[in-house]
């Protein structure tokens, strides 16, 4: 625990006021967004900065030609630091019981400069692994010159004070009965779609993937003839110049893309929908060769019902007939119901595509029916599907097949 003194001390709601050491730590850890206050010429200054803490220090990072930088050198800076997770809106009957709820951490005491080389190039360091563990070994180090134009202050934590509101609405008795909604609007901050740099070919990296669900993680998956690894904008160029085939494009319910830009937009939507759940995105890459040859998806995984859709499946045309298709889905359904506990694994096909149904009855599957009009094509007319299951009591079976056709399939070139 850490000791009240006069300035940590709450003057109203102590009810909301705790000095515990890890909740402190826990807040400064996981948020983002931090305050600087000190005074300048007998002036109030705040300003927004990025923080880490090591141990028992707040390290702040800011330039060496900033006033509260500059201020520090000799005998410290007397600072306040604020650093607030907000986790909700609450709307009550009355506008006086409209708040919110949140965590945060106060902090007050003298912030020397860091001068020393490796402790500068230390938190630096820790820094870059807040925004993503292991992006210090995937990013360049700083320069001499770049550490000479960055200054860290550091602020041991003594003083200091976490204070929080949870729960629901705290209206009056008086007004219960009033005629007006009252409740709590959870927020969360919420990683969006990583957006490449111009020029940026290196994929996304593995912690700027927002994961929920194993369900949903595309995990690399590693045959003899093909691997699948999570598709990427990067490997919009890769794609256009594989699928680049009417052959290829004849039943896709999208136009064919006209260049390598049509792709990345393609690719970006297939993100967005892993994003909010709705598929997992492969590209699938010849294991020989190296080169991207197509892209494959789970589609609607639902885990409460053990089931997933396998679709979104391209292969550009010189690797028909090889070993690809067949061990990428020997992959997936391996991923499904040996990894993930499906139940049931489904396909869906134009009624037109006969190519594509006996690909499908090929793997061991059962044709169920057909679903009439839930498909839109390009031109905008709606595509009857044919409809294919497999249960996890026939996978075994399916298995030894696939296997045995991998034994004498075609490899890629």
Same mark, same amino acid.
């Given at each position: @625990?850490? +000791?009240?003194?006069?300035?940590?001390?709450?003057?109203?709601? /102590?009810?909301? @006021?705790?000095?515990?050491?890890?909740?402190?730590?826990?807040?400064?850890?996981? &948020?983002?967004?931090?305050?600087?206050?000190?005074?300048?010429?007998?002036?109030?200054?705040?300003?927004?900065?990025?923080?880490?803490?090591?141990?028992?220090?707040?390290?702040?990072?800011?330039?060496?030609?900033?006033?509260?930088?500059?201020?520090?050198?000799?005998?410290?800076?007397?600072?306040?630091?604020?650093?607030?997770?907000?986790?909700?809106?609450?709307?009550?009957?009355?506008?006086?019981?409209?708040?919110?709820?949140?965590?945060?951490?106060?902090?007050?005491?003298?912030?020397?400069?860091?001068?020393?080389?490796? #402790?500068?190039?230390?938190?630096?360091?820790?820094?870059?692994?807040?925004?993503?563990?292991?992006?210090?070994?995937?990013?360049?180090?700083?320069?001499?010159? #770049?550490?000479?134009?960055?200054?860290?202050?550091?602020?041991?934590?003594?003083?200091?004070?976490? /204070?929080?509101?949870?729960?629901?609405?705290?209206?009056?008795?008086?007004?219960?009965?009033?005629?007006?909604?009252?409740?709590?609007?959870?927020?969360?901050?919420?990683?969006?779609?990583?957006?490449?740099?111009?020029?940026?070919?290196?994929?996304?990296?593995?912690?700027?993937?927002?994961? +929920?669900?194993?369900?949903?993680?595309?995990?690399?998956?590693?045959?003899?003839?093909?691997?699948?690894?999570?598709?990427?904008?990067?490997?919009?160029?890769?794609?256009?110049?594989?699928?680049?085939?009417?052959?290829?494009?004849?039943? =896709?319910?999208?136009?064919?893309?006209?260049?390598?830009?049509?792709?990345?937009?393609?690719?970006?939507?297939?993100?967005? &929908?892993?994003?909010?759940?709705? /598929?997992?995105?492969?590209?699938?890459?010849?294991?020989?060769?190296?080169?991207?040859?197509?892209?494959?998806?789970?589609?609607?995984?639902?885990?409460?019902?053990?089931? =997933?859709?396998?679709?979104?499946?391209?292969?550009?045309?010189?690797?028909?007939?090889?070993?690809?298709?067949?061990?990428?889905?020997?992959?997936?359904?391996?991923?499904?119901?040996?990894?993930?506990?499906?139940?049931?694994?489904?396909?869906?096909?134009?009624?037109?595509?006969?190519?594509?149904? /006996?690909?499908?009855?090929?793997?061991? &599957?059962?044709?169920?029916?057909?679903?009439?009009?839930?498909?839109?094509? +390009?031109?905008?007319?709606?595509?009857?599907?044919?409809?294919?299951? @497999?249960? +996890?009591?026939?996978?075994?079976?399916?298995?030894?097949?696939?296997?045995?056709?991998?034994?004498?399939?075609?490899?890629?070139?």
């Amino acid at each position: @625990m850490y +000791a009240p003194t006069p300035r940590t001390t709450a003057s109203r709601s /102590r009810d909301r @006021m705790s000095y515990d050491r890890d909740a402190a730590h826990a807040v400064l850890d996981e &948020a983002y967004d931090c305050a600087l206050a000190f005074n300048v010429d007998g002036e109030p200054r705040v300003l927004p900065t990025l923080h880490v803490r090591i141990g028992e220090t707040l390290y702040l990072h800011g330039s060496t030609g900033s006033r509260p930088l500059l201020a520090a050198r000799g005998d410290g800076l007397p600072v306040c630091v604020a650093v607030t997770l907000l986790d909700a809106l609450v709307y009550g009957r009355s506008q006086f019981h409209h708040s919110a709820n949140y965590r945060s951490v106060v902090a007050h005491g003298t912030a020397r400069l860091v001068t020393g080389t490796d #402790e500068k190039a230390r938190v630096l360091t820790a820094l870059v692994e807040k925004v993503g563990r292991g992006r210090s070994a995937e990013s360049r180090p700083p320069t001499r010159r #770049e550490l000479a134009e960055t200054a860290v202050l550091a602020l041991p934590l003594r003083e200091v004070s976490v /204070r929080s509101r949870t729960g629901g609405v705290r209206d009056d008795a008086a007004d219960l009965d009033l005629p007006y909604w009252a409740g709590v609007l959870p927020l969360r901050l919420t990683a969006g779609l990583p957006e490449p740099a111009a020029g940026v070919t290196a994929p996304v990296p593995a912690y700027l993937r927002t994961v +929920a669900s194993p369900w949903l993680e595309p995990v690399v998956l590693r045959g003899e003839h093909v691997v699948l690894e999570p598709l990427d904008p990067a490997h919009a160029e890769e794609l256009f110049a594989a699928l680049d085939d009417p052959e290829v494009w004849r039943h =896709v319910g999208s136009p064919r893309p006209g260049g390598a830009a049509d792709v990345a937009a393609q690719v970006r939507s297939a993100l967005d &929908a892993h994003r909010r759940g709705l /598929r997992v995105p492969w590209v699938q890459r010849c294991a020989v060769t190296g080169a991207v040859v197509g892209t494959t998806s789970y589609y609607q995984p639902d885990e409460d019902l053990r089931t =997933v859709e396998i679709g979104y499946t391209q292969l550009g045309r010189p690797w028909w007939r090889t070993g690809i298709n067949t061990e990428a889905k020997l992959l997936l359904l391996g991923r499904a119901f040996d990894e993930l506990g499906a139940v049931r694994v489904t396909w869906q096909t134009s009624t037109l595509n006969e190519r594509s149904q /006996r690909a499908i009855e090929r793997l061991g &599957a059962t044709r169920e029916g057909t679903v009439r009009s839930n498909r839109r094509r +390009a031109d905008g007319t709606w595509r009857e599907s044919a409809l294919y299951s @497999m249960l +996890a009591s026939e996978w075994p079976n399916a298995q030894v097949s696939l296997r045995e056709r991998l034994l004498s399939a075609v490899p890629a070139a």
